[in-house]
């Protein structure tokens, strides 16, 4: 068979069982050109948020203040995380759900901050706040990030 097609068979067996019976209406009431797909996409999407909240909760129970979610991960208010703190968190994720994760420390200081806060550098004096965000955005889509807006939010990630 071609991918389509097992996709597809899977799809309709995943979501015809009765545990994921909420995400298969969901698919169908908010895009029923794409039933399927839609209600895959919000499986998943609730997946990665409870592995999300076991690693946070986690963390937590080691007294690390959690003090943002960002779509598939988050921020942890310490420079000291302990790597036996995060290999903690993800055996509660397989433990919980049987999937094999690594969190890594990232740093959140990859940027030149000049290119930020340095006045009248190209004009920048007579940037509006808006064209700055847009350049600040550029800057940091070149190195990597990316930034989703969705229903009125903003989510970050790499």
């Not at 839609?38 to 609730?46: C, D, I, K, P």
């Not at 703190?85 to 055996?91: M, Q, S």
Request: hydrophobic letters at 35%; one cysteine or more; charged letters at 30%.
């Amino acid at each position: 068979t071609d991918f389509h097609t097992e996709l597809m068979s899977n799809a309709t067996a995943i979501l015809g069982l009765e545990k994921y019976a909420e995400f298969r209406e969901l698919g169908e009431t908010n895009k029923p050109s794409n039933a399927l797909g839609s209600g895959l996409g919000y499986l998943a999407q609730n997946i990665e948020r409870e592995c999300v909240m076991t690693m946070v909760k986690s963390l937590q129970t080691a007294d690390y203040e959690v003090g943002t979610i960002i779509h598939d991960g988050f921020l942890v208010k310490s420079l000291e995380v302990k790597d036996e703190d995060l290999r903690t968190a993800e055996k509660a994720v397989k433990i919980l759900y049987g999937y094999d994760i690594k969190l890594e420390k990232k740093p959140l200081d990859d940027y030149d901050e000049a290119q930020l806060w340095e006045d009248g550098a190209d004009g920048e004096e007579s940037k509006s706040e808006t064209e700055m965000a847009r350049d600040f955005l550029d800057y940091m889509e070149g190195q990597g990030h990316a930034f989703i807006r969705f229903c009125k939010e903003f989510y970050w990630y790499d």
